[in-house]
Every structure is written in C-alpha cells, then in structure tokens.
C-alpha cells in the first residue's frame, strides 16, 4: 500500500485529491495538511511514502517543507512532487535542488495522477514533457555555486564511462526501460547503473542527477523535446 500525505491550502483540492487516490486498492491518504509546517510535523508523525505538496501555502511554503522533510535523515525514504501551475515555473528548479522527485500541474488527469504516484513510488523521478524537462533547461543556468568538493567535474570523475553515459540518459527524461532500449541492456541492469551513480554522487533521487547532467555539462540546452 502506498502511503500518500497531502498538504494544500485548498480544502477543496485536497477533497477531490483524497477521493480520487483513495478510490484505489494500492494508495491511501494518512493525512492532510494545509500548511507547509503542518506538511513537515505529519511527514514526521505518519512517514508517508510520497508527499503531494503544492508550492504556495500560507506560513512555511511547499518549497520550505520539502527542504525540511528532504533535510530529515528520518525521512530518507519519503518522496515529495510539488504541485504547481506554469505560473510558478521559478520555483522549480530550487526544488530539484532541494530533494523534490517531482511536480505536477494541479489540473493533471485523474490516471495521470495515479500513475505519477506509483512511479514516485518506485523510485523514478516525475519528469513529465509538460512541466519539469522545458523547466529544467530554462532554469539550470540559474543554479547557485557547488559546494567544494561537489563541483560536477569532480562528481563525474567518480563515475565509470557507462554510468556517465547513464546519467545523461537520466537528465534527459528516460526511465530505466527507456535507457535499457537505448544502451541494449536489461530494464535491471539500467536500474543497477542508476543506482550506483546515485550512490556515488550522494544523491537521493534520479532528479538531482538531471541537475548534475546539466551542471556538468553532460547534457545541454536544446537536447529534450
């Protein structure tokens, strides 16, 4: 069963969120919050497995929980998506930054909603065309200085030729099946690849490893469609 907290000043939203993932056999909705900090104490009190966490609430915003719940070695497991619209596009890259694995359009389609949880779920970052590929290109060039000993050269060099290759095909937007087709390997050995890259960059989720594509120039402006 997956373990979903929602957290919108909306009690609105949150209603037609509850009753749709609730309408299903695999997902359930542990709590409800309305504000950022509410969002951080019930990650805390519950750990859920995924959070859908819009940016703009009253008090700690989205943005500032996910810091939080990301930050919390208590919560390592606990996957946040930002809910967002077009509008609030600058916030999004900070929030890859930040740990987020996700985002998605508040009007997203019922199965789309679904689907997107399940893929956070199992460990693949929500990269949709709609929203996070375009974003993270416009936004990349904005990312503030690596801490030492984190520059992207130095990253890199940590990696074998094959899981370099790997994290630009992560940055780009493909799932491990993607990848698999692309490098003719098996779906598990794309995972293995991903996994170890992750480990050694120490990152927790495939959306900061678009961020290192970018910043290291692994991947470049123009290459996602």
């Not at 130095?154 to 290759?165: C, F, H, K, P, S």
């Amino acid at each position: 069963m997956i373990r979903v907290l929602l957290a919108d000043d909306q009690a609105l939203v949150r209603a037609g969120f509850r009753a749709l993932l609730s309408s299903t056999a695999d997902i359930t909705v542990v709590a409800e919050a309305e504000d950022g900090h509410a969002a951080v104490r019930l990650a805390r009190d519950t750990t859920p497995d995924v959070v859908l966490m819009d940016i703009r609430m009253p008090g700690t915003d989205g943005l500032e929980a996910a810091r939080q719940i990301v930050a919390d070695p208590r919560l390592s497991a606990v996957r946040v998506v930002m809910l967002t619209t077009f509008a609030e596009d600058a916030y999004i890259f900070d929030a890859i930054r930040a740990g987020a694995s996700g985002f998605l359009v508040k009007d997203i389609e019922p199965a789309d909603l679904l689907t997107a949880v399940r893929v956070v779920h199992g460990g693949d970052a929500l990269l949709s065309p709609a929203v996070t590929r375009r974003l993270i290109e416009e936004f990349a060039a904005r990312a503030k200085p690596p801490e030492p000993g984190r520059e992207p050269g130095v990253l890199l060099a940590r990696l074998t030729d094959r899981e370099r290759e790997v994290v630009a095909l992560v940055a780009t937007g493909l799932s491990n099946d993607e990848i698999a087709a692309r490098l003719v390997v098996s779906p598990a050995t794309a995972k293995t690849h991903v996994s170890r890259a992750m480990v050694k960059l120490g990152v927790r989720d495939r959306a900061q490893l678009v961020v290192i594509g970018y910043e290291s120039g692994l991947v470049r402006p123009g290459w996602l469609g």
